[in-house]
């Protein structure tokens, strides 16, 4: 049973409410090093962004997001805990403690950030809801949808972008909502639904996955929203949003000052001022984080600079760096000075 979309607002707005009050009293960064690991909610499930290889490690974007932060805090970017989310559960499980952090293909928003107790410190994926179809449906355009039946997942920014989208569009919509991404690719795989909306990254890494069946499939052109994907934090534990922020920012940086994870320790003795407080040889950046002086060499070492994390993760999928390429080159990725 479809439950009417304003009984979802409403729901979404009292959680919000509940978990707004309810302020984080723990310092997470001790938590971490308490425990020796960082806990880290993924879907798990999506190439490119979370899924494990065949040796049953965790790869892409997102898991390598956690790695940055765990090798700031702990030095080592091995040191992380997934933990699975789903799009209904993943922020109850931030705001209860059960996960440190959140990146998980999770659209920053105004609601989420205003009435759930949380904060978005980076933006790892400038992105957008699309759809998909298959070939043989004969359908080129999403404008051509009226009357189709669309899967779909509840609780996300997708749903809602879905139906604003067929109603300024008079276009007449059946959704199919199921909550598990794989039983809602299953479904749409299977013909239960004539398309398929997500994240477009998401579902190009959902056509990537089909391997010799992926040209069954069409990616259609209208991208109908702003879905900037980032990491996800307790609001209130401003220390540790901090460190999550600029983890991600040393990525950058280090890809502007063409710093990789092989060449890293060769910049150590660079008389550059920028490059010195980089690599923590000058500036006490380290220290105003509460950071080790080297925290940002760290972050190399583990994962690379951000264009060797999008290189390994999403090229792959025949995605197009586009915007989410540096300021430099025309996109939106833009660290502020580390100093």
């Not at 707004?20 to 723990?26: E, H, K, L």
């Not at 009357?147 to 059946?174: H, I, M, W």
């Not at 998401?202 to 879905?227: C, H, T, V, W």
């Not at 980032?230 to 922020?245: H, L, N, Q, T």
Request: charged residues 20%; aromatic residues 8%.
């Amino acid at each position: 049973m479809i439950r009417p979309l304003a009984a979802l607002l409403g729901a979404f707005a009292t959680l919000g409410v509940a978990a707004a009050q309810a302020q984080p009293a723990a310092d997470t960064v001790a938590a971490i090093r308490a425990r020796g690991e960082l806990v880290c909610g993924v879907t798990g499930v999506t190439a490119g962004f979370s899924l494990p290889d065949s040796q049953g490690v965790m790869r892409g974007l997102d898991a390598d997001g956690c790695r940055q932060v765990a090798a700031a805090i702990l030095g080592d970017g091995n040191k992380v805990r997934f933990v699975l989310t789903t799009s209904q559960n993943r922020f109850p499980a931030l705001q209860s403690g059960e996960v440190d952090m959140l990146v998980r293909n999770t659209t920053w928003t105004l609601g989420r950030e205003a009435a759930l107790g949380l904060e978005f410190a980076s933006i790892n994926f400038y992105d957008g809801t699309g759809f998909m179809v298959k070939k043989s449906l004969g359908v080129t355009s999403a404008k051509q949808l009226d009357g189709a039946s669309v899967c779909v997942q509840p609780g996300s920014t997708t749903e809602l972008n879905l139906t604003d989208y067929f109603r300024t569009n008079k276009l007449r919509l059946n959704p199919l909502v199921i909550e598990s991404l794989e039983e809602l690719r299953a479904a749409f795989i299977a013909g239960r639904c004539d398309a398929f909306t997500t994240d477009a990254s998401s579902l190009a890494a959902f056509r990537f996955s089909q391997g010799a069946n992926a040209d069954q499939y069409l990616l259609l052109p209208e991208i109908i929203s702003k879905e900037p994907l980032g990491a996800a934090v307790r609001k209130g534990d401003w220390r540790f949003f901090d460190i999550v922020r600029w983890a991600h920012f040393a990525g950058l940086t280090a890809e502007e000052m063409g710093i990789t994870q092989a060449n890293v320790m060769s910049f150590a003795d660079n008389q550059n001022p920028d490059v010195q407080r980089f690599m923590g040889r000058s500036g006490d950046l380290g220290k105003m984080l509460g950071l080790s002086p080297d925290w940002a060499v760290n972050v190399i070492k583990a994962v690379g600079n951000f264009g060797e994390m999008w290189e390994r993760s999403i090229t792959p999928l025949g995605v197009q760096r586009g915007i989410n390429n540096l300021w430099t080159k025309g996109g939106l990725q833009y660290a502020p000075p580390m100093r």
